[in-house]
């Protein structure tokens, strides 16, 4: 994988992906947010191949790009907490009135 091998790399990641899919949801508690993370994070070990150590541990490795991907998601929602992306679909309907 390291050598730009695409099946290689895919493969690394499968072996992975239900713990990092685990991890993401984890933290930022939607599915939407957890897909953002993950296409982020993934995206990330794949530009930082070069540097990845031979004979570490690629899952601890995947893991803490996982885990900086989702606490980058996480800052993001604070700054814009009415982004687009996590806004209703449709406007909300009227409000029942309150209950004596």
């Known amino acids: ?33 957890m897909d953002d993370v993950l296409q982020e994070a993934y995206l990330n070990a794949y530009r930082g191949l070069g540097g990845f150590r031979p004979g570490s541990d690629f899952g601890r490795w995947l893991y803490r790009i996982t885990y900086n991907a989702s606490i980058d998601e996480i800052r993001r929602r604070k700054r814009n907490p009415l982004s687009a992306h996590d806004a209703p679909d449709v406007a909300p309907g009227p409000r029942a009135p309150p209950r004596p």
């Open 1 to 33: 994988a390291r050598g730009g091998n695409r099946p290689a790399f895919d493969e690394l990641l499968l072996r992975h992906d239900a713990r990092m899919r685990a991890l993401a949801f984890r933290l930022v508690a939607d599915r939407h947010g």
